[in-house]
Nanobody
Framework: VQLQASGGGLVQPGGSLGLSCAASGFTLEYYAIAWFRQAPGKEREGIACINTDGSIYYKDSVRGRFAISRDNAKNTVYLQMNSLKPEDTAVYYC?????????????????????WGQGTLVTVSS
């Protein structure tokens, strides 16, 4: 059972980057998937979540700039990041949970997740 996050890199402020989270050994379709990030010297924070029914939550700081989506046929979840800012610099993690999240706060508790990806570094800098 594994989650593989990929797509990180260096991008200039205002640029875009797409992250992928691919699952192996289990079916993502039956899990809520969230993206977390941890910036240097800061706590990990949940920034986006997509439930099994397609309902979505975003942290206020990324709403309107980031988009989470899932392709069940490819067993993959994506995070499209636009209008990137230096403060978006962090290691990004995807995580899978067998729970259903019905609020914009509940999904941010990392202890509720069953599987984690290894993280991919996103650096926003000129």
């Amino acid at each position: 059972v594994q989650l593989q996050a990929s797509g990180g890199g260096l991008v200039q402020p205002g640029g875009s980057l797409g992250l992928s989270c691919a699952a192996s050994g289990f079916t993502l379709e039956y899990y809520a998937i969230a993206w977390f990030r941890q910036a240097p010297g800061k706590e990990r924070e949940g920034i986006a979540c997509i439930n099994t029914d397609g309902s979505i939550y975003y942290k206020d700081s990324v709403r309107g700039r980031f988009a989470i989506s899932r392709d069940n046929a490819k067993n993959t979840v994506y995070l499209q990041m636009n209008s990137l800012k230096p403060e978006d610099t962090a290691v990004y993690y995807c995580a899978a949970s067998d729970k259903y999240y019905n609020s914009n706060h509940y999904y941010r508790d990392g202890s509720l997740y069953d599987y984690w990806g290894q993280g991919t570094l996103v650096t926003v800098s000129s």
